[in-house]
């Protein structure tokens, strides 16, 4: 089950989310890919966020979501929840190419007079 960030976001607003990498002995390594995912519950893609690259991806990335990725759909109602996929491939002593993924929900917080 992927981590609940405690952090809300708000609709329509600018939302950080921190991905930080480490390697089957846990220490801190920059992935050699790096690409993410963000989609509803249902696994719906929201705002053509899927499989962005992370150009040059460093053991710590900070993904910044704003505007239309943080829209609520109009068959949501109340505050909705994200899930936020990171998809990454890294090199260490047991190989290469070695998957590296995780994910994290996170809650947008219906702001009713936005649109």
Same mark, same amino acid.
Not at 80 to 101: K, Q
């Given at each position: 089950m992927p981590v609940l960030l405690e952090t809300h976001a708000k609709e329509k607003g600018t939302?950080?989310?921190?991905a930080t990498?480490?390697?089957?002995?846990?220490?801190? !390594?920059?992935?050699?890919? @790096? $690409?993410? /995912?963000l989609t509803d519950e249902d696994g719906t893609v929201i *705002?053509?966020?899927e499989d962005v690259e992370i150009s040059s991806p460093e053991s710590?990335?900070?993904?910044?979501?704003?505007?239309?990725?943080l829209q609520i759909q109009s068959k949501e109602s109340g505050d909705?929840?994200? !899930?936020?996929?990171?998809? @990454? $491939?890294? /090199?260490?002593?047991?190989?290469?190419?070695?998957?590296? *993924?995780g994910s994290c929900r996170f809650v947008i917080?219906?702001?009713a007079a936005v649109s």
């Open positions: 939302y950080g989310i921190v990498f480490k390697d089957d002995a846990g220490n801190a !390594v920059a992935p050699d890919t @790096a $690409t993410w /995912t *705002n053509s966020r710590s990335e900070t993904v910044v979501l704003s505007g239309d990725d909705v929840v994200r !899930v936020f996929t990171i998809e @990454a $491939t890294y /090199t260490s002593s047991l190989g290469s190419g070695l998957p590296l *993924n917080d219906n702001l």
